[in-house]
């Protein structure tokens, strides 16, 4: 079996393809070099990306107002500061239209508002990090599955060559000895 390995010719891609794969494996490469402790990896130095200050409280705005227990809250002071305002009665420093109740809340969502779109926008930059380097994985599998789906093609028709030889050699021995036998 390995003489038969030994012969195989080169499976070989188109070279655009060729040359993706290569590209393919050395990202790969060099990906894994950045995982692996530092005794190990090369001595490039490894990106890491540091919040900003500015990010983190995005962050921080959107996780909080973007939470039920945010949502319970605020409607819970809503509702007392109704409730405070309309009980009071006459001389309440918000009265029935709200209109400060109204000016928070507009003043709230005045600034609330970008630092909730810069959290998403940052979260979509890494999302379309991920999906690319998802797309690099099927890609180097879709031509590595490729590669192989060649090398076993050209074994079976080598075994189909070598099992065709066996069975015309056999044949022509059995015909040998059927001579021999006949005469």
């Known amino acids: ?108 969502a005045a600034y609330t508002a970008p630092a909730i779109m810069m959290s998403q926008n940052r979260q979509s930059e890494l999302d379309r990090r991920h999906a690319q380097n998802d797309y690099e994985i099927n890609v180097k599998a879709e031509l590595e599955i490729e590669l192989l789906h060649e090398k076993i093609d050209i074994l079976k028709e080598q075994e189909l060559l070598a099992l065709t030889q066996a069975v015309k050699d056999l044949t022509a021995q059995v015909q040998a000895l059927s001579q021999r036998a006949s005469s």
């Open 1 to 108: 079996m390995t003489d038969t390995l030994q012969t195989l010719p080169k499976v070989a891609l188109s070279s655009d393809d060729a040359h993706q794969l290569e590209l393919l494996r050395a990202h790969r490469r060099a990906h894994r070099q950045k995982k692996l402790p530092k005794a190990q990896a090369l001595p490039e130095p490894i990106e890491v990306v540091e919040l900003t200050r500015g990010q983190k409280m995005a962050d921080l705005v959107a996780a909080t107002m973007g939470s039920w227990r945010f949502i319970m809250v605020q409607s819970v002071a809503i509702g007392i500061w109704i409730t405070f305002n309309v009980v009071t009665g006459v001389g309440t420093w918000d009265p029935y239209p709200f209109i400060l109740l109204n000016l928070l809340l507009s003043f709230q």
